[in-house]
T-cell receptor, first 113, second 113 residues
Framework: ETGVTQSPTHLIKTRGQQVTLRCSSQ?????VSWYQQALGQGPQFIFQ???????GRGNFPPRFSGLQFPNYSSELNVNALELDDSALYLC????????????FGSGTRLTVV | GENVEQHPSTLSVQEGDSAVIKCTYS??????FPWYKQELGKGPQLIID?????GEKKDQRIAVTLNKTAKHFSLHITETQPEDSAVYFC????????????FGKGTMLLVSP
């Protein structure tokens, strides 16, 4: 299977809850990055995983965490949800460190009420 | 870290006209400049990119130009078509050699028939 797939496509959560978003990387890609895209804005970098280790993080608090699995699929976890966490969450995979050739998934639209 | 500014925020053109979107960057050591197209309900898709060792790159109706002295790069779309309507993002590496990208705020391009 080619391409990056994300699940779920849409999600509604209540403030204070926890959420897990999932991403299946493109075949052969061992690096995954997560971005948050607020309405009308460009994507903002959350963190990157390479071979199951976090190797870069943007300006996001520790309640944003992630995992990458041996098959290179990954998860984004957000604890103690806040209203401002409402956004489109994008997963992007690439074939290795230093490779700029991102393939983005279609994203998960998270709404916090 | 790198800072990317993008203009205009919206651009309306008639079908067949040309469209130009410009981005400026702050880090003179930046070496990679991609452009992404994001259609409604989809993730960003890479449409063209340029590295700092060339000044221009073309792919059919789209082209990117880079002016390293002025630290700006531009996307040019000729003979626009309604299917070119989308949000376009420019990006640059957070730091040279680092695969994480920082994005501009986007330009909504509307091509009217």
């Amino acid at each position: 299977e080619t391409g990056v797939t994300q699940s779920p496509t849409h999600l509604i959560k209540t403030r204070g809850q926890q959420v897990t978003l999932r991403c299946s990387s493109q075949s052969g890609h061992n690096t995954v990055s997560w971005y948050q895209q607020a309405l009308g804005q460009g994507p903002q970098f959350i963190f990157q995983y390479y071979r199951e280790e976090e190797n870069g993080r943007g300006n996001f608090p520790p309640r944003f965490s992630g995992l990458q699995f041996p098959n290179y699929s990954s998860e984004l976890n957000v604890n103690a949800l806040e209203l401002d966490d409402s956004a489109l969450y994008l997963c992007a995979s690439s074939s290795g460190q230093g490779d700029y050739g991102y393939t983005f998934g279609s994203g998960t639209r998270l709404t916090v009420v | 870290g790198e800072n990317v500014e993008q203009h205009p925020s919206t651009l309306s053109v008639q079908e067949g006209d040309s469209a130009v979107i410009k981005c400026t960057y702050s880090d003179s050591a930046s070496n990679y400049f991609p452009w992404y197209k994001q259609e409604l309900g989809k993730g960003p898709q890479l449409i063209i990119d340029i590295r700092s060792n060339v000044g221009e790159k073309k792919d059919q109706r789209i082209a990117v130009t880079l002016n390293k002295t002025a630290k700006h790069f531009s996307l040019h779309i000729t003979e626009t078509q309604p299917e070119d309507s989308a949000v376009y993002f420019c990006a640059a590496p957070v730091s040279p050699g680092y695969s994480t990208l920082t994005f501009g705020k986007g330009t909504m391009l509307l091509v009217s028939p």
